[in-house]
């Protein structure tokens, strides 16, 4: 197989150009979420951002949407980011804010991820959350360096889902980032309260 490695400035990962046939999805997709993102790319006429899949196995790891959506509308290439799932430490949970925490709820191994991409036994939509070592980073990759041909039929890796579902998933979502952005800031608040202290100390010893 041939890829070519994207000229990418100021990030910490390689992206390559991948055949969109050569990867597997590990889980199915939203019906409405796919909608809003082939209309959002078709819109922009480029990718904002890579995928990211296993180097060894080329299961899709984080960009199942992004890889969907550029199936459907014909292209031939996508821009992948590849990492050794095993080797790499990368970690899965169930909700974004399984990034800073875990538990019961979030128990769920890469292994399992991979093994349900190369069965082609699919999860749910958005059953999975991968965190990795590397920060997300937008590439801006025109469409036609992607090879415009027909589109495909992507409708076996589709979830059947009614459109109060699907916009319920939505809802869900952006729960998800609200319980990661609350997180955040009371964490936020206890780091600067714990800066302000340890200045408070030095101070007095300087002062003694």
Same mark, same amino acid.
């Given at each position: 197989?041939?890829? @070519?490695?994207?000229?990418?400035?100021? *990030?910490?990962?390689? +992206? @390559?150009? &991948?055949?969109? !046939?050569? &990867?597997?999805?590990?889980?199915?997709?939203?019906?409405?979420?796919?909608?809003?993102?082939?209309?959002?790319?078709?819109?922009?006429?480029?990718?904002?951002?890579?995928? *990211?899949?296993?180097? #060894?196995?080329?299961?899709?790891? !984080?960009?199942? %949407?992004?890889?969907?959506?550029?199936?459907?509308?014909?292209?031939? &290439?996508?821009? +992948?980011?590849? @990492?050794?799932?095993?080797?790499?430490?990368?970690?899965?949970?169930?909700? $974004?804010? %399984? $990034?800073?925490?875990?538990?019961? !709820?979030?128990?769920?191994? +890469?292994?399992? *991820?991979?093994?349900?991409?190369?069965?082609?036994?699919?999860?749910?939509? $958005?059953?999975?959350? %991968?965190?990795?070592?590397?920060?997300?980073?937008?590439?801006?990759?025109?469409? %036609?360096?992607?090879?415009?041909? =027909?589109?495909?039929?992507?409708?076996?890796?589709?979830?059947?889902?009614?459109? #109060? =579902?699907?916009?319920?998933?939505?809802?869900?979502? &952006?729960?998800?980032?609200?319980?990661?952005?609350?997180?955040?800031? #009371?964490? @936020? =608040? =206890? +780091?600067? $309260?714990?800066?302000?202290?340890?200045?408070?100390? *030095?101070?007095?010893?300087?002062?003694?």
């Amino acid at each position: 197989m041939t890829s @070519t490695v994207l000229n990418v400035t100021n *990030v910490d990962a390689k +992206v @390559t150009l &991948l055949r969109v !046939d050569h &990867l597997k999805p590990h889980e199915k997709g939203s019906p409405v979420y796919l909608e809003l993102l082939r209309k959002e790319i078709f819109r922009d006429g480029m990718l904002k951002y890579p995928i *990211v899949a296993d180097k #060894k196995t080329h299961v899709i790891l !984080d960009g199942m %949407h992004r890889w969907l959506a550029l199936k459907s509308l014909g292209y031939e &290439l996508i821009p +992948v980011i590849l @990492t050794d799932a095993l080797k790499d430490t990368v970690r899965v949970g169930r909700r $974004r804010i %399984h $990034r800073y925490t875990s538990g019961i !709820d979030n128990e769920i191994t +890469v292994e399992q *991820v991979i093994l349900a991409g190369i069965s082609g036994r699919l999860m749910e939509p $958005r059953s999975t959350r %991968h965190f990795f070592r590397f920060s997300k980073f937008q590439i801006n990759v025109p469409l %036609h360096l992607l090879k415009k041909n =027909e589109a495909q039929d992507v409708s076996k890796y589709i979830a059947k889902l009614t459109l #109060k =579902e699907s916009r319920a998933a939505l809802e869900q979502w &952006l729960d998800e980032i609200s319980e990661e952005l609350d997180f955040l800031s #009371k964490r @936020t =608040e =206890e +780091v600067e $309260r714990e800066k302000k202290e340890f200045l408070n100390r *030095v101070k007095s010893l300087s002062n003694t």
